[in-house]
């Protein structure tokens, strides 16, 4: 749902040119060695400049992105996304490691069923997925990130008012329709 927030007026009208900016500025870094490059020198203050605001601009439209989430979904559901998600990482990057790629590298055993088998493996590894979303949010953000950090987050939608939604706990899995077959 924090997507949802992303469709305002604001946010696609600036979206865009913005990313364009910071992938152009990134690509020439990478590209060229600018940093290096003495012919480049008076295009590094512009670079900073550039990557640091738009990515305080990115930011702070996500916590709007987010707080609309909070309105849409209610504060628990999307604080409980954003504590869910870095342990749900954790476990598809293992999940694609250890089953996925396994079954690829066999052409035998290659999966038919990727989406829906994943649920499977967040039943089976219960314990290791509760532990992981026990963790409080992580405070860290490099300086370039376009998300605030997962704690900044989630205490600016602790903070926000409660939606108007009625609290759903079934998993997202009920709301695909023959999941099984994607």
């Known amino acids: 749902t924090d997507e949802r927030g992303h469709s305002s007026r604001q946010h696609v009208r600036w979206a865009e040119p913005v990313y364009r900016g910071r992938t152009l500025i990134q690509r020439t870094i990478t590209q060229v060695g600018w940093w290096r490059d003495l012919t480049l020198v008076p295009l590094r203050p512009y670079a900073y400049l550039y990557l640091l ?3 305080s601009v990115c930011r702070r439209q996500e916590v ?3 707080l609309a989430s909070a309105r849409l ?3 628990s559901a999307a604080t409980s996304m954003l504590r869910d998600l ?9 999940y694609l490691a250890r089953y996925v790629s396994a079954g690829l590298r ?6 038919t069923d990727v989406l ?20 409080p949010p992580s405070t860290k953000r490099p300086r370039w990130d ?22 759903d706990d079934r998993p997202a899995e009920v709301l695909v329709r023959q999941l099984d077959l994607v």
């Open 53 to 55: 605001v738009s990515a």
């Open 64 to 66: 709007e992105a987010d």
């Open 73 to 75: 979904a209610g504060r």
């Open 86 to 94: 870095p342990g749900l990482a954790v476990l598809w990057r293992h």
């Open 106 to 111: 066999m052409t035998a055993l290659a999966p």
């Open 116 to 135: 829906s088998s994943f649920p499977k493996l967040l039943r089976a590894q219960a314990d290791t997925w509760e532990q992981l979303r026990s963790q």
């Open 146 to 167: 376009s998300h605030p950090s997962p704690a900044e987050r989630v205490a600016q939608i602790q903070q926000a008012p409660e939606g108007l939604v009625q609290a």
